[in-house]
């Protein structure tokens, strides 16, 4: 990647929409509320053989100082600062508005390339709100729809000739690679039409030095902005008192003691029943999406209210997921009686989810940092239990001694007889055990067998999985000899 381009314009003109065209996936949240994006989000764009990285913004509005739209423009402005180019986008159907002008004008200031694209032009009916653009003195406006992926070609041709401006030649690190395809005819490139978006984890067949993939979760105003913020030392999610504010999955790259991780920003999660806007569904959704692709996943609460029914649900799904999970309690330096908060904790864990008994917990104020030096070191640990493999010697006479203990018990007068197991993958450990019965086996004995397994290997907190198969009748298929 050579060069960097943001998108920047007024909330609804389809910033998002764009940028989910141009990395090719759904990414994004896209819908018709306005301001549905409020942190900067990073990709990898594409226009056929331009490769760059990708910033989608905040929709750009007027607002007091500290307010919301405020802090979203100072999350717009940190953006353009890293960027070498920026793409103004507006929405022809609706014209340029004073909005717009507002900040063609702030744009201008800001000294880098500015191409202005004239967005939702789908057919002739918009000639008039193209040619509005010239009064905003960015230049010639590119016709686009990034619903339809039309106009990537001018827009390519646009992105080179803004690059010349500062010197930049987005196919220097190409030209290093001896059998890189050097043909490129804008003509041909630009993909038009429609995409097959999907959220794809590019990186599961990454090499072993791909990042560790870290979720922050949490009811609303827990403070996961907050922490990140901290942990990679720059304002670079919004945060604020009001609950809500974080409505996308934001992914951060940082790196921890030379580990590379990628960060995940979650929307809060509340309760079912008061999700009722779409806006939130879809953030919802993306929050969902966010724990499937983790490795590990930090469930962030706010240790003045304690923990709630809506936790434990989180953290049920968590372990639904088979993640590895660390409990971390937030505004710790204002909590008085701190035993009473940990009781409570324990006590809800121990009844609502056994399976995570021994799951690691860490105290500390995302806002001052005052004991978050604590965290990474507990979700390495955590990462690294859910990698655990244990080998089947081991295994099975573990499982020997387990069944001499405790035998497994007969059901309708016929004994279950488990005769070996083995693990079969990792993240999470997940084990097959070959009987004569599986249907049959109680899910309280399979319930025993875990915890056996969980502490006799010390693997507290990880989600374990336990299949039952079965196993081969080493007499079937012979025919049963009969005296003569």
């Not at 016709?143 to 070609?153: I, N, R, V």
Request: hydrophobic share 40%.
């Amino acid at each position: 990647m050579t060069f960097t381009l943001a998108i920047v314009g007024r909330p609804n003109v389809g910033k998002s929409t764009l940028f989910n065209r141009l990395v090719g996936k759904k990414i994004a949240i896209v819908d018709d509320t306005p301001g549905v994006t409020r942190d900067r989000r990073l990709g990898e764009g594409r226009i056929a053989d331009l490769e760059f990285i990708l910033m989608d913004t905040a929709g750009l509005e007027q607002g007091e100082a500290g307010s919301l739209p405020d802090r979203m423009r100072q999350q717009t402005e940190m953006a353009l600062a890293d960027a070498d180019i920026a793409l103004m986008l507006y929405d022809a159907r609706a014209g340029v508005t004073p909005t717009d002008e507002h900040f063609a004008d702030w744009l201008r200031k800001m000294g880098k390339p500015v191409i202005i694209g004239a967005n939702k032009c789908e057919g002739n009916a918009v000639i008039d709100g193209i040619y509005e653009a010239y009064s905003l003195g960015l230049g010639e406006p590119i016709g686009l729809s990034a619903e339809h992926g039309e106009g990537l070609g001018e827009l390519y041709q646009a992105i080179i000739e803004g690059l010349k401006e500062v010197g930049i030649d987005p196919y220097a690190a190409e030209e290093d690679e001896e059998d890189k395809d050097t043909d490129r005819d804008a003509d041909t490139g630009p993909v038009e039409g429609d995409l097959d978006y999907e959220f794809v984890d590019h990186e599961d067949t990454a090499g072993d030095d791909k990042p560790l993939r870290l979720a922050i979760v949490g009811r609303p105003n827990a403070g996961k902005s907050t922490l990140i913020n901290y942990l990679v030392g720059e304002d670079r999610l919004i945060t604020g008192p009001e609950a809500g504010l974080t409505r996308d999955s934001i992914a951060v790259d940082w790196e921890w003691d030379g580990m590379p991780v990628k960060l995940f920003d979650t929307a809060g999660l509340r309760k079912r029943a008061r999700v009722t806007e779409k806006l939130e569904r879809l953030s919802v959704a993306d929050t969902m999406r966010a724990v499937q692709f983790a490795e590990v996943v930090v469930l962030l609460l706010d240790s003045e209210v304690g923990i709630e029914k809506q936790d434990l649900k989180i953290a049920e799904k968590v372990v639904q997921e088979g993640r590895a999970m660390v409990i971390a309690l937030n505004k710790w330096d204002a909590v008085d009686d701190r035993l009473q908060v940990h009781r409570q904790l324990k006590d809800a864990l121990t009844k609502s989810l056994p399976q995570l008994k021994g799951v690691k917990i860490v105290n500390f104020s995302a806002l001052t940092g005052k004991g978050t030096q604590k965290l990474m070191p507990t979700v390495a640990e955590a990462y690294e239990l859910w990698n655990a493999r244990i080998a089947t010697s081991g295994f099975n006479q573990w499982l020997a001694d387990t069944l001499e203990k405790h035998p497994a018990p007969s059901v309708a007068g016929r004994r279950i007889k488990i005769r070996y197991g083995a693990q079969i993958k990792t993240r999470p450990p997940t084990f097959a055990l070959f009987c004569n019965r599986p249907d049959d086996l109680p899910d309280s004995y399979k319930r025993y067998l875990e915890n056996e397994l969980r502490r006799d290997f010390d693997l507290p907190g990880v989600p374990l999985r336990l299949y039952m198969r079965k196993g081969a009748n080493p007499y079937e298929g012979r025919r049963k000899k009969t005296k003569k």
